[in-house]
């Protein structure tokens, strides 16, 4: 549904919301048994909410389409997408959990190897230590750009997260990373008038990068993409006229949730904590994203039984989530990423909704089959929000 | 799918297509029986179309959108609602059965209370009666503008309609109600400069209205929102090539019929009448809209009970509209109705299509569930008119 009617549609309301995103929920049957990672998993609280709610499978961008956590997690928000591109460097500096303020430039790096040629012999250096990583990116701090702050911070093994703040910034230009070794790192170039100046501090920057990375072989050089800023999204509240808030984790998703304007609360600790947190601000708020990572890395570990567990543990601590009677409760997850492929995959994703209008239900188990046989049918991430809403009687009618 | 697309494939042909719209007809669950209002009634001829021709569920607008009948009805005739809008105050016009023609603008008016300061101390003048509405709307029609023509007709309560006829006129103004108690009216102002004249036009009539109110306190002020014209909307002739007829009792529904192109037979008495009529028209046109209305009331007023009677009702009375072999007929609703809610609601709602060109059923009801699980799936109400039109031959191959 489109933003300028739901804003137009959305009414404040007492009652309460709670969105339960198992991240990479969805499955693949394992070989032998025949039962994916959900319907393998022991969920008597799953089942019961499954039979007495409204099922049904998502598709996070669209069929056939394998999405990544931060275009998976806006549909889920309501956001298309498509419409709505997170770049590569904003994503990056959303996972360490840096707060980019608008009109910041971010960048995905890499530190690289180059000979003597100044050409690429490995993209990735070897794929240097995280503790290495840090090393490095604290000298790159160092480096000072005129009118231009820069932020330079590790992210794992080769990854660094660059971001420029200053004046007159433009995230308008082509990659330094040429995507293959032989060749010579690229220059930066603006893309577009606009973007000259932020090319010339690009480029300044690599060379003083290059200067001192000089005695730090295999990490002799750094490539740059994804240039990127924060887009300008509508906030939840203005949209949906909620008070809604975050109870993650994990940066990126606490990233991606400020970038909608929720509050976020972090969590140290496992679910069972999160649902303390969610206790404890329930009162305040009337959203409640609830976000539980451990499945999806499961998942891309190809690690079946470890994602039968995750959904397991969840399962057991729901009693604490139920006992607190949120009028919808959705349960579902950003994408599938099944343990046979070790990564996120295009499958679509269970969902059930529960509220006090619901049809019935022939499920007795919360699994993809009783899913792609359920009342929602097979729709778009992008009508979980607005079905939430309507369960929560928060949308007023279309027209007369 | 696109109009334009469409109107580039619909053909002539002798077949028929009869589309019965039961408003409000999706349900939810009684509580004891968990059946709905549909499940619950006696439906041995609905029943036997659903298990030989193809079922699902409509969302009219989107999921978990809640449709006033205005665009729902657009929505199954193939008009997407959200950009065709119809105003407030044409619909009101519409209700009452005002012919409204081009470049009218109309309104949606409420007489209410103002102090001696001006304030308004009740916005709906004590909801004075309908026969009192009456009579201060032909006070009101008595009003001269300069160059533009007024009709002011009651409609039910406090509330009337008021349309401006004449040259120039524009409905981008800002409503003169002010949505609350304690404020003085606003006054109309243009939204743009092509708006100026209609906004010097109502703000006399306003004026005058106030000093033909005076003496009939309680009703001694107007507010006026919704201003807004005749949307442009090609006919249904245009699009599908077809000739099509309305048979409905309300006014509203006859109104929406006549603004996309329908020839409209109005009926007094019950569906059963309105099959009359249908016989009557069968030889000259080919797609028939048959609205029956008392399902959505009893639904309004929450008398699960009636609902299911009206059901019943149209259930039996569908053999003489069996007995004219329709080539094609659509059963199902503008948007549901349930009981339990005592109004619209965003549920999808049962269809069934009949024809000699569908597939398997396996539904043995016409049933919420048993659309939920129909061939048809979930679909958009915009998919109804080229469903309808394919299975009655109407629809040429797109591409070669």
Redesign the interface.
Known sequence: ??LE?LEE?SITTPSKIVMLVIDGLGGLPDIKTRKTELETAFTPHLDKLASSGACGLIDPIGPGITPGSGPAHLALFGYDPIKFRIGRGVLEALGVGFELTEGDIAARGNFCTIDENGLITDRRAGRISTEKCAELCSLLSQIKLDGVETFVLPVREHRFMLVLRGEGLNPDLNDTDPQKVGSAPCVAAAESPEAQFTADMVNRFIEESKKILKKHYPANMILLRGFSRLPAIPSMSEIYKLKPVAIARYPMYKGLAKLVGMKVFSVEGDFKEELKVLAECYAEHDFFFIHVKEADSAGEDGDFMRKVKVIEQVDSALPALLALKPDVLVVTGDHSTPALLKGHSWHPVPILICSS????S?ATRFSELACA???????SAL?V???????ALK??????
Do not use: D
């Open positions: 549904m489109n009617v549609i209008w619901c049809r019935h022939k046989l359920g009342e929602l049918g097979r729709i009508e929000m607005p079905l939430a809403m309507a369960h949308l007023s009618k279309f027209g007369a």
